[in-house]
């Protein structure tokens, strides 16, 4: 009798399963966790299911055979039951093994998608469990190529590599849950041959030697996006100090732009401080940069708390990449679309820079720009819709979008402006925002309705009506 009431109860549940929407029976059912974050320019970056809290990475290269080797282990907690997960990592490294909470777990990486590594764990994890994962892995080091055609991730140099991930080079060296969305903390430690330096994000904790090999380990306790991290390595020069306001920086420059390099880099101490009055307090608590000499690259990224140029820098350009420490580290965009709220922000911070130091002030930097004749390319694509991948780094979303708040500046007020810049910031440290937000955000402080002034700026197609 027992036997048959409960064969009949689970016959019932079979049915009613079986009859239900699959989204009303999901909650209960593990499934597996979605490939993709969604992202409409780059819908393969990030995956679904799980939110990772932490990265610790031992990372080991060698630059003469550009041999790349790591271990990663990955604290995450599921949201939502998971009898699978993704981690994007690219095919050109190979996975060895893969461990969750301790336990070997079945693996592939396959072949019809450039970056998706799929973890199945032995038993499902329940929503809101916190898992570890820990993947084996090896390759030769090997850049992707952005859709605008520059290279991105782990780039091999003279001697070392440059590593900046921005948008989406950071599968080319760990499993990562590859979304600006999904805020981590960092522990990096990368071992090289004896000689060389490696540098990455937060804290310098130690280098040691055993033989051949010295291994530099570093820490970053603030939660920043995937694209921010690096291990960036080669023959540098190391300066250590702190700024006059007291935040420590450490600074590696290679010998060959050492004469270019460091007259700039004097400057850095001040330009953080002023930064720091200017927008709020440090959000890190460590400063500092890296000047590699990596010629194929072309580009200087905002790595957090030590941004990385593949060059000297300008003046300008350091202060661009330490401005976005507080515009794109700290307040992240969301989707990739967001591209103006880090690097017009940041290209204004250098406008103000300028301003600053006795040259042009915002204001003529504003009329030098209305000078530029509408079918210039400062205009397109606008900087709120750069329109796709290959232009989020288009020189309007710099120019046109360092414009927009130089121009905010003029109609509200410094008084105004400067609370909407800070206030923006305390709103959203740590996390991420979106254009949408930012332009809300600054139009309830204005107590004006700016819609048609950001419409303008932000959205209209070609050159926007100067008031
Ligand atoms: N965010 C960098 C900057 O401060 C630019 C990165 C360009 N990256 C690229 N893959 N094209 O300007
Ligand atoms: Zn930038």
Redesign the pocket.
């Known amino acids: 009798m027992r036997t048959n009431r409960v064969l009949t109860v689970a016959a019932a549940a079979l049915t009613a399963l079986s009859l239900a929407p699959a989204a009303l029976a999901a909650p209960h059912r593990p499934t597996p966790g979605a490939a993709g974050g969604g992202d409409p320019y780059f819908p393969r970056q990030g995956n679904g299911g799980y939110d990772v809290s932490s990265y610790r990475l031992a990372i080991g290269y060698t630059p003469s055979s550009k041999r790349l080797t790591g271990h990663a282990r990955i604290t995450a907690r599921a949201t939502q039951s998971l009898s699978r997960f993704d981690l994007d990592l690219r095919r050109t490294l190979t996975v060895s093994s893969v461990r969750v909470d301790g336990r070997r777990a079945a693996f592939s990486q396959p072949a019809a998608q450039v970056q998706e590594l799929v973890v199945t764990p032995r038993h499902a994890l329940r929503a809101g469990h916190r898992f570890s994962v820990e993947v084996r892995y090896a390759g030769t080091a090997t850049p992707t190529t952005?859709p605008?055609g520059?290279l991105?991730g782990f780039i091999p140099t003279s001697d070392g590599a440059f590593v900046a991930s921005?948008?989406q080079g950071s599968p080319t060296w760990f499993p990562v849950n590859d979304t600006p969305r999904d805020k981590a903390r960092y522990a990096v430690s990368v071992t090289v041959p004896k000689g060389l330096t490696a540098v990455s994000n937060g804290r310098f904790v130690a280098h040691r030697t055993h033989g051949a090999a010295t291994t530099w380990s570093w820490r970053l306790d603030r939660p920043v996006s995937s694209y921010l991290v690096t291990a960036t390595l080669g023959k540098f020069d190391v300066t250590r100090g702190r700024t006059p306001a007291g935040v420590p920086y450490f600074v590696a420059v290679d010998p060959t732009q050492a004469a270019k390099a460091n007259p700039v880099l004097a400057k850095l101490p001040s330009i953080v401080d002023w930064l720091a009055r200017t927008y709020g307090r440090y959000p890190f608590g460590e400063t500092g940069a890296i000047v590699d000499d990596a010629p194929n690259v072309g580009?200087?990224?905002?790595t957090a708390t030590r941004p990385v140029f593949d060059r000297a820098p300008s003046v300008g350009t350091l202060a661009?990449?330490l401005a976005?420490q507080w515009y794109g580290d700290t307040v992240t965009l969301r989707q990739w679309r967001d591209i103006w709220l880090?690097?017009g922000f940041?290209e204004f911070s250098t406008w103000l820079y300028t301003e600053h130091t006795g040259g042009k002030t915002t204001a003529q930097q504003l009329a030098d720009l209305e000078a530029l004749p509408a079918d210039d390319d400062v205009w397109s694509p606008p900087p709120g819709n750069p329109g796709s991948g290959a232009d989020i780094?288009a020189g309007s979303v710099y120019d046109r979008g360092a414009a927009t708040l130089a121009a905010l500046r003029a109609e509200v007020g410094d008084h105004v402006f400067f609370r909407i810049m800070r206030g923006w910031l305390r709103q959203h440290y740590y996390g991420n925002a979106a254009v949408g937000q930012f332009t809300a955000y600054a139009g309830r402080v204005a107590h004006t309705d700016l819609t048609a002034f950001f419409q303008t700026w932000l959205y209209h197609d070609g050159k926007p009506a100067f008031s």
Not at 299 to 302: C, G, V
């Open positions: 952005d605008d520059s991105d921005e948008p580009y200087a990224l905002e661009h990449e976005h880090n690097e940041a780094f």
